[in-house]
């Protein structure tokens, strides 16, 4: 059974940092792809990040590019958000989600996974 265990969320302020993981179980990260979602009150649910394991490319939103960084401990089976510089536009909830399979630059953002972890809170004060 796949599961996954989003933490690392909490309160912040602005220009602060947090470091999000996810630890994923009954899977191994030799061809998935594991993305990171938010979901900020009133808004749809966004994509964030993306790695894709088959080729290791790395996506990002444009409106966290440069500011945060996704990796992975292959050995841990742990995904990390790291987010620096955060804004309060970034308070959203956060979700790990992950897919067998490749995801490219047309369809990273795409919110159809088929496994997803519960969310952790994210809130940046100002």
């Known amino acids: 059974e796949v599961q996954l265990q989003a933490s690392g969320g909490g309160l912040v302020q602005a220009g602060g940092s947090l470091r999000l993981s996810c630890a994923a179980s009954?899977?191994?990260?030799?061809?998935?792809?594991i993305g990171w979602f938010r979901q900020a009150p009133g808004k749809e649910l966004e994509g964030v990040s993306c790695?894709?394991?088959?080729?290791?490319?790395?996506y990002y939103a444009d409106s966290v590019k440069d500011r945060f960084t996704i990796s992975t401990d292959n050995a841990k089976n742990t995904v990390y958000l790291q987010m620096n510089s955060l804004k309060p536009e970034d308070t959203a909830v956060y979700y790990c989600a992950a897919e067998y399979g490749p995801r490219d630059g047309d369809n990273w953002f795409d919110t159809g996974m088929d496994y997803w972890g519960k969310g952790t809170q994210v809130t940046v004060s100002s």
């Open positions: 009954g899977f191994s990260f030799d061809d998935v792809a």
């Open positions: 790695f894709s394991s088959s080729d290791g490319n790395t």
